[in-house]
């Protein structure tokens, strides 16, 4: 049992980073989102989050969110709704670099 756990955890480590967004493609994407989230992910306004540092997960997940209509914002639904998929990989991707 505990060679196919083994196995199992080795092949899902080679296999996530396919998964992983383009930091780079992701930061092209970002020109909109600066507007209220600060060009480096910092906000100058408080009522915006700050994304720089956000965990990559939790952003694709909530822009996945806004996109599908399960998480309302009148600025982010349609913001989110022209992101494909990889898009949003991206994007996360990007914002989690920054510290």
């Known amino acids: 049992m505990k060679k196919i756990t ?3 955890a080795a092949t899902l480590m080679m296999v996530s980073p396919v998964f992983a967004g383009d930091v780079a493609a992701g930061k092209a994407k970002t020109g909109m ?5 600060g060009v480096a992910g910092i906000s100058a306004v408080p009522m915006y989050p700050n994304l720089a540092g956000q965990k990559e ?3 694709a997940s909530q822009l996945k969110a806004f996109k599908a ?3 309302k914002n009148a600025i982010m639904g349609p913001m989110a709704m022209g992101l494909s998929d990889e898009d949003i990989a991206n994007i996360a991707a990007y914002y989690a670099s920054l510290k």
């Open 6 to 8: 083994l196995a199992v």
């Open 33 to 37: 989102c600066a507007a209220c989230h």
């Open 57 to 59: 997960a939790y952003t």
């Open 69 to 71: 209509g399960t998480r």
